[in-house]
């Protein structure tokens, strides 16, 4: 570990504060120090003359927009551009110990911390408001001084820093306030396939199209332009540098583009390459400061949490945490039961009296929207059917949950008493409803689960995790419910394996579950792909169950009775839980290589898928007299193929060879 002096304008608690610890800190498991500068001018110069290793500045804001100045800045220091990182900017209320909000007559703060806050005070017409030059320099001041009645407006950090009470959370009116902060340093990182992103600045002559002409080449290049920004060149008017932020995903592609561009341009700085920062913001920015500063019961949890929370990782609480483990299935599963559809009172209140009984359920599922494929079906009861699923929780004590796809469904359940909600596959490939949806249950305490979309993209699955997430709600859980794709299989959706366990990867702490009702969509077939399901470590079930599956009004092929469901329960060999943790050294070890075995097992399994597309394309190309080599295509594929394991953390040469090994099999093949 390493102690890194960060130079930030403001003082310590600062959002620039959190930027630092949020990028040099925790992501990188080294320690901040903050050098405290009045303007960015000092920071920059901080940095210049080694006082700091590296400075934090902000380059634009969601709401205000982009901050001209330090864009300058950028041309006049001769610093490199090294990372960025995104903080969500929520503004607390904060005092001395012991007071309220009644005892406060005066806040200080920023001008646009004032203006992003106008709605809160409007509720307060006795608090007096004054403009401020440091939101966090304020909160600093009355401890200090001891000045009692006086309030700031800053973030979690300057209450914990300066021990201050937190009157009033989330001031500002647009919860959607997030400023960019750039990390900048003396030293510039070198292109590698590491980094993704890159700042220019350059000029063009004064020509028609001329602006136009030199930015296509980067189009040309598959570059995407995410920032453009024209900054005036001082002491000669009407002359501008462009200042524009790009991604890519291959890097040669870049630097192609660079060897392009470079004709065209009148002058041409690359401010610096980096790694595109997560935008997977925590709510609050609350856990941020060092363990040394909290409350720890054990603090190696505490310490753990506070570094995902600052790397922008979902931070969620184990699912036993807020779910009661059912009294007849290991302690480490969840498992949730149910019929796919409410039917009649009776049948919701006899089939959750069942699956009681067998106690191997802790939550019980129930359709009441039922919105199928093609219309004239059984769609069905909607609110009518919720009063049922509250006479079946008083009655049994499981915890209920119902799937919603809008506003109304969720403002419904949650009238009803219903515990959690989960989003369906078809809602979860709509951004706009899952956001509907994360809206409508903003400041609730209400459980989510969010299904796999129809189709197998995970950036949409993880999309829909997130929106959920910033609205607050933190009891989540992942479905795999199987993936509609052109494949034939056996399986009503094809399991695709190797995206739930990519979703694993990416969410290391997120619980996830598996479907096998609508992968299979056959009963006959759910103990396999259950069995499936443990051994690559998911953490429990989602079954449909009903008292006369054959008598279902919908999906009655796939559904259980409570009985037939505890039976194939009981033949599962039940793993490791996926991140158990043991005191046991050897337990452990055998926990983690019977993870390598299940992944071993997945790997090969799709290498054998491979090769026999490789077969077919084999058969294609005799077919059609082409020849077995094709130059042009290897070179793309592997190019490709280093490009994503760059991104995944795999050595050039190690996948070179992988892949080398792949096309000397293939090739072998279709000779």
């Not at 409007?122 to 909160?139: C, L, N, Q, S, W």
């Amino acid at each position: 570990m390493a102690t890194h002096k960060i130079a930030i304008q403001g003082v310590a608690g600062a959002f620039h504060d959190i930027a630092a610890r949020r990028y040099f800190g925790a992501t990188k498991g080294d320690t901040v120090e903050i050098v405290e500068c009045e303007t960015f001018d000092q920071v920059c110069e901080a940095v210049t003359n080694n006082t700091a290793t590296a400075g934090m500045m902000a380059i634009e804001n969601t709401i205000a927009g982009s901050i001209l100045p330090n864009y300058a800045l950028l041309q006049t220091y001769n610093l490199s551009v090294i990372g960025e990182t995104y903080v969500r900017i929520q503004h607390n209320l904060l005092a001395l110990p012991g007071q309220t909000i009644p005892d406060i007559h005066t806040v200080q703060a920023h001008p646009m911390a004032l203006l992003q806050c106008r709605d809160f005070f409007a509720k307060y017409p006795h608090i007096h408001v004054e403009e401020a030059f440091d939101t966090a320099g304020i909160a600093k001041k009355i401890r200090n001084e001891n000045l009692s009645g006086l309030a700031a407006i800053a973030g979690y950090l300057a209450a914990d820093l300066y021990k201050l009470d937190t009157l009033a959370e989330g001031l500002e009116s647009n919860k959607q306030n997030f400023t960019r902060f750039l990390a900048i340093s003396r030293t510039a990182n070198h292109l590698s396939r590491e980094y993704n992103k890159a700042s220019i600045g350059f000029r063009v002559s004064h020509t028609s199209g001329s602006l136009a002409d030199a930015l296509s080449i980067f189009k040309r290049n598959h570059i995407n332009l995410t920032k453009i920004q024209s900054i005036p060149v001082i002491g000669v008017p009407y002359e501008y540098t462009i200042h524009v932020d790009m991604l890519w995903e291959d890097v040669s592609d870049f630097e192609q583009a660079l060897r392009e561009f470079k004709p065209e341009a009148l002058e041409l700085k690359v401010y610096g390459v980096y790694k595109e920062g997560e935008k997977n913001i925590d709510l609050t920015t609350k856990h941020t400061i060092s363990v040394t500063e909290q409350d720890p019961e054990d603090p190696q949890e505490v310490l753990a949490t506070a570094k995902k929370h600052a790397d922008g990782e979902m931070v969620v609480p184990e699912w036993q945490k807020w779910i009661k483990p059912a009294q007849k299935t290991p302690k480490e599963y969840l498992v949730i039961s149910g019929p796919c559809s409410a039917e009649t009172e009776e049948q919701v209140l006899e089939t959750a009296r069942r699956i009681a009984a067998t106690g191997k359920a802790s939550v019980y599922r129930a359709g009441i929207w039922k919105p199928r494929t093609r219309a004239g079906g059984f769609e069905g009861h909607g609110i009518k059917a919720l009063p049922w699923l509250q006479k079946a929780k008083e009655e049994t004590g499981l915890m209920m949950a119902v799937e919603v796809a809008t506003a109304q469904h969720v403002e419904d359940c949650l009238k009803h008493g219903i515990d959690i909600l989960w989003i369906g596959a078809r809602t979860t490939g709509n951004p706009f409803s899952v956001q509907e949806i994360a809206d409508a249950a903003r400041g609730t305490d209400v459980g989510m689960m969010v299904k796999n979309p129809i189709s197998p993209d995970l950036e949409l699955w993880i999309g829909a995790m997130e929106r959920v997430y910033r609205v607050g709600i933190n009891k989540l859980i992942g479905i795999h419910r199987g993936f509609s794709t052109h494949e034939k299989s056996k399986f009503r959706n094809n399991p695709t394996w190797a995206i739930p366990m990519q979703f694993r990867e990416r969410l290391p702490n997120m619980p996830l579950i598996n479907d096998p009702s609508h992968i299979t969509g056959k009963r006959a077939l759910l103990a396999e792909v259950a069995q499936k399901a443990l051994d690559i470590g998911m953490n429990g079930f989602i079954i449909e169950s009903h008292i006369d599956p054959d008598n279902a009004w919908t999906d009655a092929s796939q559904q259980v009775t409570p009985e037939a469901l505890r039976d194939m329960l009981d033949a599962l060999v039940w793993q490791p839980a996926y991140g158990a943790v043991t005191h046991d050294d050897t337990s452990k070890l055998d926990t983690l290589r019977s993870a390598i075995d299940r992944l071993d097992a997945e790997f090969m399994e799709l290498l054998a898928a491979r090769m026999n597309i490789v077969r077919e394309i084999g058969e294609y190309k005799k077919h059609n007299k082409m020849d077995v080599l094709q130059p042009a295509r290897w070179e793309d594929i592997m190019q490709k193929r280093l490009a994503q394991g760059g991104k995944l953390g795999l050595g050039d040469t190690f996948v070179k060879d992988l892949f080398a090994d792949i096309h000397k099999e293939s090739v072998s093949i279709q000779q």
